[in-house]
């Protein structure tokens, strides 16, 4: 899994940082003060980020191994 953050589109606003769980263990200003991912190793990818994002600059992906055990995973239901 992986959370990208578009930089020409991202304001600075923080509120990715401010509703994520984790907060600032996850996540960090860089020195534009633009969101940047720190450590995603507690991410639980409740893509909270994303959907509080006005500026539409996070993409949260799935690699595509963990997309098949999903799949597989949801037939098996
Ligand atoms: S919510 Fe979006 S625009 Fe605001 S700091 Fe986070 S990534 Fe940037
Ligand atoms: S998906 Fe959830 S836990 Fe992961 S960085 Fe976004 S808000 Fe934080």
Redesign the pocket.
């Known amino acids: 899994m992986r ?1 990208e953050v578009d930089q020409e589109k991202c304001t600075g606003c923080g509120s ?2 401010e ?5 600032y263990r ?2 960090k200003k860089n020195s534009e003060g633009k969101a940047e ?1 720190k450590d ?1 190793t ?9 959907s ?1 994002c006005r500026a539409d600059a ?1 993409k ?1 992906m799935r690699d595509a191994n963990e997309q098949k055990e999903n799949e597989i995973k949801q037939e098996n239901l």
Not at 19 to 23: E, M
């Open positions: 959370i990715c940082m509703i994520c769980p984790k907060g996850i996540w991912i995603l507690l991410c639980h990818v409740c893509t909270l980020c994303a509080k996070i949260i």
